[in-house]
């Protein structure tokens, strides 16, 4: 039986319109379909309006072949910490119900360009700047967190509502959904993609991300918002074969649960029996700094991003901010100096290790989903990463104990954007069956 | 004879409204009648409305004297790439002409929050990312640039036609106007306050700065955008005796002016006959890198930042900006991480310079300003005090040739702002006179 246009990945949607086996406003109509039975289960959007939808769709449809752009009709989930015209961007904050700026972030501008079908906002935790789960489950149980703070996105595309969505990563807002609602979830280098248009939390660390369920689809997009390489990337075409890898348990190892643990021992197997060299590696000494650094800057940083809102709305943000802002954290400018000084010597000295090998995989979370929605997991396998500014791909492909995904984490130098995905492609079809 | 309102600063001003000695709309009445007499001359304004400044003062008159804020109904201009509500914000740009969403940048809810008078937006020149002149002259003269990018909220503060004013630096786009028109102008630390709803041409090097025409003024501004030192400065109140300075010529110093040696010279004379410690100093091995570097980040991250409105708008676009983004420049994605790396590496080092002293004496500018209102001067001597993230301010107080102002910079390590005004007050009693 073949597919429903709602189960299309982006690629294959494109090819759809393309041969005119299906038209954007049949497509937009089968995925409004599917969110409207999922919905009630899933809850992952802020904002979703079926007419502006179709509408969208019906104009898109008009659009001559000649003239379609590269993401033509394909559905788009936008987090609601990004601005978007003709729809509010709610931050998930009472402060900002039903704001609606008439501003299109620089991500959307380039979707749009490119033809993108944008079906709405996702749910975020509030700013994309705590860990307090929101509405949304995840897509594989009504009662485990779907992660944060794209939770929406995560979940949304995970449960087949949209093949694509955009997210943002601060300490490991991308990452974690993805590995929660079994993913591929792309950070891409830092201010390889403007964030013009997104909250700030960090400038440091923000980061755009988006979501796929392929990662051909993860390109589509990386193409769309520009990202390059020095050097293109390499074909590869005989799997992961004589690709090198590092697998690094990291300084925060002992936050990792049983099924992380058996993922991170049945992917290196499968990599080698799949005939790729593996090796661990250790952390380099002062590397376990990294992480205390990144809390640093974050909160340093969170005092001076949620000041207008303190004055204005205090009792209106979540406590966690106000506490930012109020500096409970204690820390100085000159601790934050050194944090982001530290932080700043180790992006090369990490480039430099992590250029011996093809990718280095990393864990993406400390084990499946947590119950309940209330928190939505920790980020203490992502922060690092974040801070150092390199890009991260979560591969899905294993499952926990209670049959939730877990997924693993590659990682390159800044700037190999393609080039992991180009080797991530190769390890997905060791690792994802 | 006693001054008319629209002479006072802002400190001026708030003492007058508090003894009941002016309300706010006489005061903007006075500021309108002197913009209505001077602005065919300066044309310092991107947009101006007098009916909604005076319905603005006539509201802040009625909010009684204690929930009165610590900028009750001072007026402050908005440089145009700032997002204001209630006022277009349009870039000199025409894809955003008229363009008015409805969101204010964090500065502006700061402002706001404090009470302050939003007088309109001043000009800039395109997306404050560029070197072309704007309509706007130089206050001292009619066929001088006023220096850019900040150009309407130099010239405006110079010309009294309002006391304060937010601009933006990227290059030298905040002290370049400050030299040009004889006024104090401050860059804070880099992200010492939030840069959210400006518009994005660097995001490692776009600050946040504002004009005034006394240090107090500077000091009354930061402590409303919340700057704080880690040590609150001690009172000084003996003059510049005992206070150390290095002088500081830095490797760009081929390009200066005799306007600029002269007031160098000067400028160290006066602070040594008024009893400060001087010496010169040297560039340390290596800082010569900071500006070839400062231009590689910026080419780089102005590829970014400015793709999604070449794609939607290139015709619009100014050519630098369009080469920008087709990357004429030739600089690799391994050279920016160089340049930005490389520029990481020193901010501490230099930091541990500079603190050796009460502050570091810098040129603002190669010159005078320069004839004509075509282009807006050069940046040569700001980048790299940009660049290292450092907080400088203008003092005014020399004058060259042709009778144009010609400052001088100060600057400190980061995150010593309030250090850097406390020491500037008593350089400007001794230049400023």
Same mark, same amino acid.
């Given at each position: 039986?073949?597919?429903?246009?709602?189960q299309?990945?982006a690629s294959?949607?494109?090819?759809?319109?393309?041969?005119d086996?299906?038209?954007?406003?049949?497509?937009?109509?089968?995925?409004?379909?599917?969110?409207?039975e999922r919905?009630?289960?899933?809850?992952a959007?802020?904002?979703?309006?079926?007419?502006?939808?179709?509408e969208?769709?019906r104009?898109?449809?008009?659009i001559p072949?000649?003239?379609r752009?590269?993401?033509?009709?394909v559905?788009?989930?936008?987090?609601?910490?990004i601005?978007?015209?003709?729809?509010?961007?709610?931050?998930?904050?009472?402060?900002?119900?039903?704001?609606?700026?008439?501003?299109?972030a620089a991500?959307?501008?380039?979707?749009?360009?490119a033809g993108a079908?944008?079906?709405?906002?996702?749910?975020?935790?509030?700013?994309?700047?705590n860990?307090?789960?929101?509405?949304?489950?995840?897509?594989?149980?009504?009662?485990?967190?779907?992660?944060?703070?794209?939770?929406?996105?995560g979940?949304?595309?995970?449960?087949?509502?949209?093949?694509?969505?955009?997210?943002?990563?601060t300490?490991?807002?991308?990452?974690?959904?993805?590995?929660?609602?079994?993913?591929?979830?792309?950070?891409?280098?830092?201010?390889?993609i403007?964030?013009?248009?997104q909250?700030?939390?960090?400038?440091?660390?923000?980061?755009?991300?988006?979501?796929?369920?392929?990662?051909?689809?993860?390109?589509?997009?990386?193409?769309?918002?520009?990202?390059?390489?020095?050097?293109?990337?390499?074909?590869?075409?005989?799997?992961?074969?004589?690709l090198?890898?590092?697998?690094f348990?990291?300084?925060?190892?002992?936050?990792?649960g049983?099924?992380?643990?058996?993922?991170?021992?049945?992917?290196?197997?499968?990599?080698q029996?799949?005939?790729a060299?593996?090796?661990?590696?250790?952390a380099?000494?002062?590397?376990?700094?990294?992480?205390?650094w990144?809390?640093c800057?974050?909160?340093?940083?969170g005092?001076?991003?949620?000041?207008?809102?303190?004055?204005?709305?205090?009792h209106?943000?979540?406590?966690?901010?106000?506490?930012?802002?109020?500096?409970?954290?204690?820390?100085?400018?000159?601790?934050?100096?050194?944090?982001?000084? +530290?932080?700043?010597?180790?992006? *090369?000295?990490?480039?430099?290790? $992590?250029e011996?090998?093809? &990718?280095?995989v @990393?864990?993406? %979370?400390?084990?499946e989903a947590?119950?309940?929605l209330?928190?939505?997991?920790?980020?203490?396998?992502n922060?690092v990463?974040?801070?150092?500014?390199v890009?991260?791909?979560?591969?899905?492909?294993?499952?926990?104990?209670?049959?939730?995904?877990? +997924?693993?984490?590659?990682?390159? *130098?800044?700037?190999?954007?393609? $080039?992991?995905?180009?080797v &991530?492609?190769? @390890?997905?079809s %060791?690792?994802?069956?």
């Open positions: 039986m073949s597919k429903a246009p709602w299309f990945t294959e949607a494109l090819q759809a319109f393309s041969k086996d299906l038209t954007v406003e049949d497509y937009a109509k089968s995925l409004l379909k599917r969110i409207e919905d009630d289960a899933v809850k959007w802020a904002y979703l309006s079926p007419d502006q939808v179709l969208q769709a104009a898109l449809d008009k072949k000649a003239q752009g590269p993401l033509h009709g559905a788009v989930g936008v987090k609601d910490v601005y978007t015209k003709g729809m509010p961007t709610q931050h998930n904050s009472p402060i900002y119900k039903d704001d609606q700026p008439e501003v299109d991500s959307v501008i380039m979707l749009r360009h079908l944008l079906l709405g906002k996702t749910t975020t935790t509030t700013f994309a700047a860990t307090v789960g929101t509405k949304t489950a995840n897509a594989h149980h009504p009662n485990r967190t779907p992660g944060g703070s794209s939770s929406g996105s979940a949304a595309v995970a449960d087949f509502q949209v093949p694509l969505a955009l997210g943002t990563q300490g490991g807002s991308v990452i974690r959904p993805a590995s929660f609602n079994g993913i591929y979830g792309f950070k891409p280098t830092w201010n390889a403007s964030r013009e248009g909250k700030i939390y960090s400038l440091d660390f923000d980061t755009l991300g988006y979501y796929a369920r392929s990662i051909e689809d993860l390109e589509l997009l990386s193409d769309v918002f520009g990202l390059k390489d020095d050097e293109p990337p390499t074909s590869i075409g005989n799997g992961v074969k004589g090198k890898f590092a697998f348990k990291t300084p925060q190892w002992s936050h990792a049983p099924n992380l643990k058996k993922a991170f021992e049945d992917g290196k197997t499968q990599l029996e799949a005939g060299q593996v090796e661990e590696i250790d380099p000494p002062g590397f376990e700094n990294l992480a205390k990144h809390t800057v974050l909160y340093s940083e005092r001076v991003n949620f000041r207008p809102l303190y004055q204005t709305a205090k209106l943000l979540p406590q966690d901010l106000v506490e930012h802002v109020e500096e409970k954290h204690g820390y100085t400018r000159k601790d934050s100096l050194e944090a982001f000084d +530290g932080i700043a010597s180790w992006r *090369p000295k990490w480039d430099a290790i $992590a011996k090998y093809d &990718a280095v @990393v864990p993406s %979370v400390p084990d947590p119950e309940g209330g928190h939505t997991g920790s980020a203490v396998f922060a990463w974040t801070a150092l500014h890009p991260v791909v979560n591969i899905p492909g294993f499952k926990g104990e209670h049959a939730m995904p877990v +997924g693993l984490s590659l990682t390159t *130098p800044r700037y190999r954007d393609l $080039a992991l995905l180009n &991530a492609r190769e @390890v997905a %060791v690792w994802v069956r």
